[in-house]
Nanobody, 125 residues
Framework: QVQLVESGGGLVQAGDSLKLSCAAS????????MGWFRQAPGKEREFVSA????????YYEDSVKGRFTISRDNAKNTVYLQMNSLKPEDTADYYC??????????????????WGQGTQVTVSS
């Protein structure tokens, strides 16, 4: 049984930082690209960041470049999203997702095989 469990969300003020974690089980983690997506109230789910399998290439949506950092620890089956300089527009539910042998089109949510349940991030102004 595959599980992706996000944690680390919360309520913070603009300019603060949060670090999200996503712990995976039931998959050979190192063979999966991992992505972070978010969905704000009334909006569609959007790509935030991803890290490929293998060489751990990283990708970011333009609005988070320079503020967010994705990383992975294959020994812990965990992917992280360090979010700095948070803005109210970052408020959303954040989801992690896994794509087997993913290396391209990592911003395409339809290509992911597994999803977590999400963790809420609220940034107050």
């Amino acid at each position: 049984q595959v599980q992706l469990v996000e944690s680390g969300g919360g309520l913070v003020q603009a300019g603060d930082s949060l670090k999200l974690s996503c712990a995976a089980s039931g998959i050979i983690f190192s063979r999966y690209a991992m992505g972070w997506f978010r969905q704000a109230p009334g909006k569609e789910r959007e790509f935030v960041s991803a890290i490929s399998w293998g060489d751990s290439s990283t990708y970011y949506e333009d609005s988070v470049k320079g503020r967010f950092t994705i990383s992975r620890d294959n020994a812990k089956n965990t992917v992280y999203l360090q979010m700095n300089s948070l803005k109210p527009e970052d408020t959303a539910d954040y989801y992690c997702a896994a794509m087997v042998y993913g290396y391209s089109d990592l911003d395409d949510s339809g290509r992911y095989d597994y999803w977590g349940q999400g963790t809420q991030v609220t940034v107050s102004s």
